[in-house]
């Protein structure tokens, strides 16, 4: 059975949310949405509604549908979520892994060494990390994952340090492929830690400094030994 109308609208719309076609606390018009997507407005306002339970737009009476703005709340809500979760993830992968999913992690590993400027970097970073879900075989992991996905893909392509992803990223994602490819659960734990552990702390330290800086732009760059923190 093909996906419901207002499931592809929803698709659409969390793409051009997550890649910042559609900005921070910009207004959804129901009407120009529905004309440029050539569908009628029902599809939109049920797409609208599913990105809302997603956490990607808020809704206020009188003032109509908004992309959300991520505050310093909630990028560390996100990444503290993430790195709890996704520590779980790399341990129960590391346990279970095998070759076949580790020839998928070579594949993306692969793309991402291949990218070219304006390429989509994040969703190859996301495609990567979708894998480690996948091998944790863990449903309620998964379902939990999938809530968080578009929010830290909206926080990701926010960020300004594309060019350094775009040099670096292969390599950590083979870093923690061949920690994987170990089957030691602590040391899978260790490496994500590294990995995106010291973007949280670097979000706490840079609101503790000053609360009024974009929440976005002063996590660019290097972390610890290079680390990106996608």
Not at 59 to 83: C, K, M, P, W
Request: charged residues 30%; glycine residues 6%.
């Amino acid at each position: 059975m093909p996906p419901a109308l207002s499931t592809l609208v929803a698709d659409r719309l969390r793409e051009m949310i997550t890649r910042g076609v559609l900005a921070p606390g910009e207004r959804l018009k129901e009407a120009e949405l529905a004309e440029s997507m050539a569908v009628s407005r029902g599809p939109v306002r049920e797409a609208i509604s599913i990105l809302e339970r997603d956490g990607l737009i808020e809704s206020q009476r009188h003032r109509g549908a908004r992309v959300i703005t991520l505050t310093f709340d909630d990028i560390e809500e996100v990444y503290s979520l993430r790195l709890a979760i996704e520590r779980l993830a790399m341990e129960r992968c590391a346990a279970r892994i095998d070759d076949a999913a580790l020839a998928r992690m070579d594949d993306v590993i692969a793309r991402m060494k291949a990218l070219a400027e304006g390429d989509d970097h994040v969703a190859l970073d996301l495609e990567f990390h979708d894998l480690v879900y996948a091998g944790a075989d863990h449903a309620r992991l998964r379902r939990t994952w999938s809530l968080l996905r578009s929010q830290v893909s909206m926080f990701l392509n926010a960020r300004l340090d594309r060019d350094h992803f775009r040099a670096s990223a292969w390599s950590e994602h083979a870093e923690l492929r061949d920690v994987l490819a170990k089957g030691d659960p602590e040391a899978a734990a260790a490496a994500i830690e590294r990995h995106i552990g010291w973007t949280l702390r670097r979000i706490r330290e840079t609101r503790a400094a000053d609360p009024d800086t974009p929440a976005t732009g002063p996590l660019s760059g290097p972390g610890p030994q290079g680390k990106t923190g996608l």
